[in-house]
């Protein structure tokens, strides 16, 4: 257990140090929230396992990944060299100072254990480790020698990050695709160039790119949601659903695959079946305002206008500026043959987001 304190606790002082930010310790699981304490100390979240005899390891998480390959090595690093540094201080102090002779032998014990653990941490191995949220994670030597094939590209990466931090997800998404994941086949750089083809609205290139990612076969809950999405946008919706279904197996609770298989849903009029998807998303993150909205367009497509009404409405207070939440305002206002009021809802919500489903349709029909 103390190594595991020692370890966990060194990636995530380093850790917050360069990224100014605050960080997450699971003591004892793979991110088993849900059995674990939870403390707060500062910036530093801890979730301590509650059943001390099945402790299986250890997880940090910082809240902002976002730092340079040279301080996420030595982060890396820290981690595994900790627990040596203050086992080999103390067995130093017992010496010294010469404590008990059982002191001794358990401090030189600590000692052995942390070298083992370690060599263990830092020699580069294909296995894996299983998050409880069913994300495959390298061992700290592999994640350090991944890193040091990225640094023969790091300007590139460096400049694609930094397009993707201010928004340009058009630039950033082919210097990771045909730049970076030239050199380095890492799960990291394939989410990126997804996520950015996926800001993009370039979902012919994001589903590519999962499709790439995939025979890697190293595909997280994220990674499944986020082919689907592509599949989605595409109209492949029989894979579509097929991916979330799996990033949902991997993930039960993970808010964007319940909300998006919802809107799948209601895309091929299975609108029951989306609404029990939308009550999930709901109790998950009771503020997440697009599975509101979609749960109000599913309850008016079965008639059921007024529960369908509070629940855009509910949208519109959590996000002002959710152009769904127009785009179903507006055909609540259809509904009751309101065209005028429906237009200039359709026209609003393609104002915010020109990609908005359907929406030239809805126009059409509203403006006839």
Not at 56 to 66: E, K, R, Y
Not at 288 to 296: Q, T, V
Not at 338 to 343: E, R, V
Not at 349 to 366: E, G, R, V
């Amino acid at each position: 257990m103390v190594i595991i304190v020692l370890h966990e606790l060194g990636h995530a002082v380093t850790g917050m140090l360069f990224s100014k930010a605050g960080a997450t310790i699971y003591l004892g699981s793979y991110g088993d929230a849900p059995a674990s304490y939870k403390y707060s100390i500062g910036k530093l979240t801890l979730y301590i396992l509650k059943n001390p005899f099945k402790w299986i390891g250890g997880m940090c998480l910082l809240d902002n990944q976002l730092i340079s390959l040279n301080k996420k090595i030595i982060q890396l690093l820290a981690g595994p060299v900790m627990p040596l540094i203050v086992a080999a201080i103390t067995f130093t102090s017992a010496l010294y100072f010469d404590w008990h002779g059982s002191v001794k032998l358990g401090i030189a014990i600590l000692l052995g254990v942390a070298i083992y653990s370690m060599l263990q941490s830092l020699i580069p191995t294909s296995k894996q480790i299983q998050t409880s949220q069913g994300k495959p994670i390298n061992n700290d030597g592999k994640q350090i020698k991944n890193l040091l094939k990225l640094k023969q590209v790091e300007p590139v990466v460096n400049r694609a990050l930094k397009l993707f931090d201010e928004g340009h997800y058009a630039e950033a998404g082919p210097l990771f695709y045909e730049k970076v994941l030239k050199v380095v086949r890492q799960p990291e750089i394939f989410k990126l160039a997804t996520l950015a083809y996926l800001h993009a609205k370039n979902y012919e290139r994001a589903r590519e790119v999962t499709m790439e990612h995939l025979k890697e076969g190293e595909f997280d809950t994220d990674d499944f949601s986020n082919a689907a999405l592509a599949c989605s946008h595409l109209e492949q919706n029989e894979l579509a659903i097929e991916y979330y279904n799996l990033s949902l197996a991997l993930d039960p609770t993970h808010k964007y695959s319940l909300n998006n298989l919802g809107f799948t849903l209601n895309n091929i009029e299975q609108y029951e079946n989306a609404i029990e998807l939308f009550d999930r998303a709901v109790l998950v993150d009771p503020s997440f305002a697009y599975s509101y909205n979609n749960r109000g367009f599913a309850k008016m497509m079965l008639g059921d206008l007024e529960d369908g009404l509070a629940d855009i409405e509910k949208s519109f207070k959590l996000d002002p500026e959710n152009a769904y939440a127009y785009r179903n305002l507006g055909i609540y206002q259809l509904k009751q043959n309101n065209d005028k009021k429906a237009l200039e809802l359709f026209e609003k919500a393609k104002l915010i987001d020109p990609s908005t489903h359907k929406i030239d349709y809805y126009i059409d029909i509203a403006r006839k």
